[in-house]
């Protein structure tokens, strides 16, 4: 399947949100380890094997709707160890809207899961503006804005906690990136709406959620190009 580069999508889809993307500032709130592959392996055979069912978890299609598949209970194994003390460097400190208190749990995060740094901070930036302690109306917590029912499939005990909510939220972003083909929209898109929002419009990849991207909640339609936007300047 043919990739579209991130900064022509970005283009496409604020051409397509015009003019409701000047609103975006309103937002609401590379190596994988050889555990980390495994896990992930044996996930994606399982959900090649079963049918949509999987994702029975899933309540919810407003924002911060996702669920967990049963199957996503494999990545509880393997947690590195130590995230309790790395995130005691940030305890307490008042959020900044900055990534610097979280550099290095995000260098860790992306290594591990193999989703670009620049990727982690601009979902963090769109979600929570770096506030650990952010919780939205919906229930969605920390910097990542995990639901309780996806940090609990992520082994997240401790949503709050930055290094926990880091490495809880890339992990389910790598999941969402293998699943979609390496579609960092398509993967934003069911991050925000929830995967079985984009199963139930027909969006699978790249390609569909270009035709059918206009189908999805305005929301996250924003979303979308708000963190691609975010993404792309990072990297330059």
């Known amino acids: 399947m043919m990739s579209i580069d991130p900064r022509i999508l970005t283009t496409l889809l604020k051409l397509q949100l015009s003019p409701s993307l000047s609103q975006l500032t309103g937002s609401s709130a590379s190596g994988t380890s050889a555990v980390g592959q495994t896990s992930f392996d044996q ?3 399982q959900l090649s094997a079963s049918d949509q069912s999987a994702w029975a978890g899933e309540e919810n ?8 598949p049963a199957s996503l209970q494999l990545l509880q194994t393997g947690l590195p160890g130590g995230l309790d003390s790395m995130s005691a460097a ?3 400190s008042a959020a900044d809207g900055s990534a610097a208190p979280y550099e290095s749990m995000i260098q860790s995060a992306a290594a591990r899961y193999g989703v670009s740094e620049s990727l982690i901070k601009a979902v963090i930036g769109a979600e929570s503006s770096f506030n650990p302690s952010a919780e ?3 229930g969605a917590k920390g910097l990542m804005q995990l639901m309780d029912g996806t940090a609990s499939g992520l082994g997240v005990t401790d949503p709050f906690d930055p290094a926990q909510n880091i490495d809880g939220g890339s992990k389910y972003l790598s999941y969402l990136l293998r699943k ?6 398509t993967a ?3 991050y925000n709406a929830g995967p079985g929002k984009l199963d139930r419009l027909g969006i699978s990849d790249e390609s569909s959620l270009s035709a059918l991207f206009s189908t999805l909640p305005a929301e996250t339609q924003r979303y979308v190009a708000k963190v691609l936007e975010k ?3 990072l990297r330059l």
């Not at 299609?61 to 967990?68: A, M, T």
């Not at 979609?180 to 929209?185: H, I, T």
Request: aromatic letters at 10%.
């Open 188 to 190: 934003l898109a069911a």
């Open 231 to 233: 993404e792309s300047s």
């Open 136 to 138: 939205s109306s919906a």
């Open 180 to 185: 979609y083909d390496g579609s960092a929209a």
């Open 61 to 68: 299609d407003d924002s911060y709707g996702y669920g967990i």
């Open 43 to 45: 996930l994606l055979s």
């Open 90 to 92: 940030v305890s307490g």
